[in-house]
């Protein structure tokens, strides 16, 4: 069964279109979704988490329709969400915040609901600190105390909104574990601005802009958009997309190549900024 079939949905802020006609099929696995500031990306996990209701267009979710209460009601059951900020109470400590979270997810025996509060805690590395108030967190563990509350319950659906910041390296490398082995066997969705991430995680990749689509498929056939796209010079060339200076002096171009330039293997990164970059064609929907 597909987890997530979104075909043509749009959704409005006043005049400002934050979804265009978007399309979203999903299945078992880690989906990626890129994009730039405003594509609509967090619009959409918000739909998806079902926060909000599109104004119109197709969304089935775990088979149900989001739209219905009973439906609505079943995706949520089975869902964990992580919004771009969680909003603890910060009086709370970091086991009472989760156990809360717990209670409304149904977890309903003390013994067994705070089992499963220490098992999520573990999993993101916050078992020394579960005493401690959520105030006195630093930014990175209440993230991760974020993170803790999605996997509540095993969810058949992650849906995961830039769920990176704030964390350092060591901890994102941490992270990847977690979410490598979340996506066995189930679905997660996750927005970043890491392409690395979703390099390392992703079976699935989506590029955004403007609301749309502008590509759908795997890592490898994003990078393959690059394709003698991507080359070296001692010059800066301004007719390309996006152009920086290496650390070595020479200059890393994006674009259309001249004739004769020193073509180089692309990154995710530069097909990604050839999508969606500044002076990308974002008209031409995948």
Known sequence: MTTIDARDVVHTYGRVRALDGLNLVTDVGVTGLLGPNGAGKTTLLRALATVSSPNSGH?????HDPADIDGRLAIRRTLGYLPQDAGFPRGFSAFEAIDYLAILKEH??????????????????????????VRTLSGGMRRRLALAQTLLGHPDLLVLDEPTVGLDP????????????AGVGRTVVLSTHQTEDVAALCS??????????????????????ARDRVWVDDQRDDRANAVYRLGDGSYHHIGDPPAGVQLVK????DAYLLLAGPGSDASAVV
């Open 170 to 181: 060591e901890q994102r490398i941490r992270f990847r574990e977690i979410i490598s082995e």
């Open 59 to 63: 969304v089935r979710i775990l088979g």
């Open 266 to 269: 692309p990154t995710i990164e």
């Open 108 to 133: 309903i025996r003390a013994s067994a609901r705070h089992d499963e509060v220490r098992r999520v805690l573990a999993l993101v590395g916050l078992q020394d600190v579960s005493t401690k108030k």
């Open 204 to 225: 699935h990749v989506v590029v955004m802009d403007h609301g749309r689509s502008v590509f759908a498929g795997t890592v490898p056939e994003l990078v393959a958009q």
